[in-house]
């Protein structure tokens, strides 16, 4: 018995093994250019099918259809759950209006093809998809389409499936990489679309897209009406795939995710890269909520208002004011800025035209009771704000019922009032008690701001004169910003402004003798216009202090000014004597010198630190706070690091030359 089952089980894989002629059962079936005369092994490696459609025929589900190199094939319906993939450059070439495969069966893959259409006969798909779970995957396919043409090729004709796949795969020179219908399901991942119209998607169809790139398209990805609308948020998913263009038909009017403004376009465009609007109030009206609008350097007379949450970019979005930019995007007008959720960064604004009261270059605005939030203006150049009137000139104002606002890396110049000129403002508006909120003002430079009153500061912490609320300076943060002198206003009696760690132009600004109103903080601020080097206390434990130098340069001011312990050690016995300098007698320092010392070595280098015009007090021979940033400021300004304020070999070498 147990003879006879051995026996029967080897006749059982003899006859599975037999291969009819013309057929095989194997789960790989090879389709090739060479073909072998004998039969007996068709569709091997060695000996493959001269057609796809041979293969296939004697494929079944599950199987495997290798492409070696460039096969020929006429339109084929996929009714069988098989894998067709490339090897060796496997390529198919299409000409004329059918697809080349039909996929009917659920379960098909199409992987790693060159799929190429020769000719530019109309086609609704290379491949069609009727069956669920297809995937699509690593593949090549390419078009003669060129922008304008008006044949329809498509790479891909979806249907109403469940759960395709289409991930991987590149698509050139076709009017679209796929047209999807309408209720079907699926995910379109990691595909790269150049030079087509964009993905064509019935809005009610529910397809994720992740991961894909595009570039020079019409649009990147096109939702038509369909009900209901599952792709109300079109900026996630131009997040989602790169910064995508897309366009959601399925709304009246039409949004696109990103709207291109050229002036120099023809008139007539719809703000798309290829037919970009001329003035960007006619993008404003296009672009979707949270979207984008990119425009091109060029001159832009018009007064722009935003009214909803998006991001406007000039050419010089991610170039400070004050850094090296390219060709401008000039705005002559005004920006007023009425919602939360906006940035505008990269232009140039100026000459804004007097409207009857003030003439402002950037405003942001709330009136209240809902709150203006996120605000960013920064990069920009505001320039030649000018009014001959008795009004005021502002180059940046912050007003209302505003809260996060960020002012930052702006370059603000030539702010001319014949009645008050301010750089930046913050101030509550008439209309409401409620004060501007976190409001944050670094990197700017603040320059020429000036009026024919005297009635002028660079940066103005200001009141509502309706009502007389105050801005709340403990709410405002003011700093790295580089101006040309202390002239700062801050009409808060409770808070001081925070106004440290700026550039006031000079390593040892004069605080008490400004136009600033108020009280400021200021300590430490920078002693170098390129906000390298902090002035900051020296960290000496104090000891009985001497009559010596003066705590204060000038005393008091609105600002807090100098302040460091006095410390007191013996004197050291001067080895000084004299050299030459240019023919000039003058002192030799030949021992190192630091904080709290007194001798005749302090007195001679206060000396020479006030001929060089940085020591402005008189000298005393003692080494106290202001000689310490004296010595700094000299450091600097002759490249001696570190800056460190102690008198070592590097800086007596400097001073003994």
Do not use: C
Not at 233 to 241: E, Q, T
């Amino acid at each position: 018995m147990k003879a006879f089952a051995t026996a029967g089980f080897a006749l059982a894989l003899l006859a599975a093994a037999s291969v009819l002629p013309g057929t095989a059962s194997a789960a790989e079936l090879h389709v090739g250019t060479v073909v072998a005369s004998s039969t007996a092994d068709l569709g091997t490696s060695d000996n493959p099918y001269p057609t796809i459609a041979g293969a296939f025929a004697a494929a079944a589900d599950g199987d495997t259809i290798f492409i070696n190199g460039t096969a020929t094939t006429t339109p084929l319906v996929i009714n069988k759950a098989v894998s067709i993939k490339g090897i060796n450059s496997g390529r198919i070439e299409a000409s004329g209006s059918d697809k080349i495969f039909t996929i009917t069966k659920a379960g098909v893959t199409i992987s790693d093809l060159q799929i190429a259409k020769l000719d530019k006969t109309s086609v609704s798909g290379l491949i069609g998809i009727q069956a669920s779970s297809t995937v699509i995957s690593n593949n090549q396919f390419t078009g003669q389409y060129a922008m304008g043409d008006g044949e329809v090729v498509r790479g891909l004709e979806i249907s109403t499936v469940d759960g395709f796949t289409v991930t991987g795969n590149t698509f050139t020179a076709l009017r679209q990489p796929a047209y999807i219908n309408d209720n079907a399901t699926g995910t379109v991942s990691s595909n790269s679309v150049s030079g087509t119209r964009g993905w064509v998607v019935v809005a009610n169809s529910n397809v994720t897209f992740t991961g894909n790139t595009f570039s020079g398209n019409v649009v990147d990805i096109a939702f038509i009406p369909g009900t209901p609308n599952n792709y109300t948020d079109i900026n996630a998913i131009s997040a989602a795939n790169n910064g995508a263009v897309i366009e959601n038909q399925a709304t009246l009017p039409a949004s696109l995710s990103k709207v291109f403004v050229d002036a120099a376009a023809a008139p007539g465009g719809n703000g798309l890269q290829s037919s970009p609007y001329k003035t960007i109030t006619e993008a404003l009206n296009r672009v979707t909520a949270t979207g984008t609008i990119s425009v091109a350097a060029g001159s832009y007379t018009e007064n722009v208002t935003v009214n909803k949450a998006v991001t406007i970019e000039g050419p010089n979005a991610g170039v400070a004011g004050t850094g090296t930019r390219v060709a401008e995007a000039v705005i002559t007008g005004s920006v007023s800025i009425y919602s939360g959720d906006v940035s505008f960064k990269g232009f140039t604004v100026t000459n804004p035209s007097w409207n009857g009261v003030s003439v402002k270059g950037i405003y942001v605005y709330g009136d209240g009771p809902e709150v203006v939030t996120n605000v960013n203006i920064s990069n920009n150049v505001v320039t030649a704000v000018n009014n001959s009137n008795t009004k005021g000139a502002y180059g940046i104002m912050v007003q209302g019922v505003v809260s996060g606002i960020t002012v930052d890396g702006n370059k603000i110049d030539s702010i001319v009032s014949a009645g008050w000129a301010r750089g930046i403002e913050v101030t509550p508006t008439a209309g409401s008690t409620v004060v501007p909120q976190n409001v944050t003002i670094t990197n700017n430079s603040i320059m020429g701001v000036s009026s024919a009153t005297g009635d002028e500061y660079d940066f103005s912490s200001d009141w509502a004169s309706g009502n007389g609320a105050i801005a709340d300076a403990s709410q405002i943060t003011f700093k790295r910003n580089s101006m040309n002198g202390f002239k700062i206003k801050n009409l808060d009696t409770n808070n001081a402004l925070n106004a440290t760690e700026n550039w006031w132009g000079s390593a040892a600004p004069d605080f008490a003798t400004t136009t600033a109103t108020g009280t400021v903080s200021t300590k430490p601020w920078y002693i170098d216009a390129g906000l390298t080097t902090l002035y900051t206390d020296p960290t000496v434990a104090p000891v009985a202090p001497t009559p010596g130098e003066p705590t204060s340069a000038r005393g008091g001011g609105s600002s807090s000014g100098f302040s460091a312990p006095i410390v007191s050690v013996p004197s050291a016995p001067s080895t000084g004597g004299t050299g030459q300098v240019l023919g000039i007698e003058t002192y030799n320092f030949a021992q190192n010198l630091r904080y709290g010392m007194r001798n005749n070595d302090v007195l001679e280098l206060q000396k020479r630190l006030a001929a060089e015009g940085i020591f402005k007090v008189t000298p005393t021979g003692y080494f106290g706070p202001i000689t310490l940033l004296s010595v700094k400021i000299y450091q600097a300004s002759h490249q001696i690091k570190p800056v460190s304020g102690f008198v070592g070999p590097l800086t007596r070498a400097e001073l003994n030359k």
